[in-house]
């Protein structure tokens, strides 16, 4: 189920209602089976994965929890952690695993029957399978204590708004707050509802209007040269920005509906200096998760300069293999590892504090380079980042003619570009302005003019496109 489905606008409200008119005893049956029948309605039998994972884990937790020998601790980790990844591994890595297997062996002249398995990715698998893995080490570590009742447990894994592309919340922020006893709050619902309008109007009027020229830009990319994969890439970056934070801002919203705080995944990324700083505000709660569960174990800083050197590397191109199976994947995330360790060998120089003119030169920067290795994960295959690589600079000589070329290979109507530079332009306000002041509260407390009129206009632009079916969210694939 989409949000941006009708289905899903039925669903919601009938949910709302429940939940409200519910005493606070049965909400996490409501939460629990309406959780299920959001992620069913994508696939039914999928729903056995996502069931057997939490059984696995809850299980797990609870022996850990009565358990005082350390071998058997690491014993109950180990299984659990290989048991959950493993089910990842299968329907996500196996083939990917096994064409990287043979490739090697043919080096050595040795050829291997290819063994593929035919499955579909479960929607969703990568994020509840973090979920579940942190949620297990925390009470590992002693962090948190184990949860006794599954049905609390089962919903927090499933928690609909956030369960198929995130936000990754930790047991310590949202479990307790389904086991409190939510009262209605007004200023927090329609703060919620105005989120998720926001994040309409990113996916809706940007991510999709953009994606619709990306995508036939990639997937033809043969048919391009020159600065068209430039405008492909920059435009990329806003469509990934865009859909990806427009889907957290639904699900923030969605759950504030239901009395209850998500974490936030997004800080206006694309107003960063460095690489480092765009990862603090890029899918903070993945980000947070590999530092705490992978960087940090690894040793993190506290080592020697080659050892964190080697800690960051390892932990972005992991970052990168769990975006997808695929090469591309490994080398976006290799990118920014190798990025993050040259701004930490010059670290003086980055962390520079830079003001006015050269502030918004160096965040211009950053935006170019962050997109040129967008290119990695956008491309479908290796052989297509070798082709745009080797062709993005043809006709460069000449600027003037490379940026006229690049434009008329995108063959948009002026109006259409008017249309897109106008949301781009509410975008970046927005997210510029969100660097100190919270949009949403500052426009709440307007006079009821300034507030409608804005509303009016945001409805507007939504209204304007034109829709060809129900667009899926990029993060789905992951």
Known sequence: MLFNSLQFGIFLPIVFAIYWLLPHKYRWILLFVSSYYFYMSWNAKYVFLIFGTTLISYVAARLLEGQDDKKKKNIILAVTAVVCLGVLFFFKYFN???ESVTQIFKLFSIQLNTVTLNVLLPVGISFYTFQTLSYVIDVYK???SAEHHFGYYASFISFFPQLVAGPIERTSNLLPQMKKEQHFDYDKATYGLKLMAWGFFKKLCIADVFGYTVDGIFTYYYNYK???FVLAALMFGIQIYCDFSG???IAIGCAKLLGIDLMTNFK???FSTTVTEFWRRWHISLSTWFRDYVYIPLGGSRCKKGRHCLNLLITFVVSGLWHGANVTFILWG??????QIIE?????IFKRESKGIVWWIRVAWMYVLVCAVWIFFRADSFSAVVWIYQVILDGIVHPLGYLRTAVAELDCQPIDWGIKFLTLFVLGAYDYV???TDVIEYISSKRKLIRYATYTFLLALILWQRYDGVATFVYFQF
């Not at 930490?344 to 003086?348: D, H, L």
């Open 334 to 339: 290799a990118c920014h590892g190798v990025l």
């Open 434 to 436: 969100s660097l100190k």
């Open 247 to 249: 889907y957290s801002d």
């Open 142 to 144: 002693g962090k948190v």
């Open 268 to 270: 206006s990324p694309y």
């Open 344 to 348: 930490n060998i010059f670290s003086k």
């Open 226 to 228: 020159g600065g068209v």
């Open 96 to 98: 990917f695993f096994f």
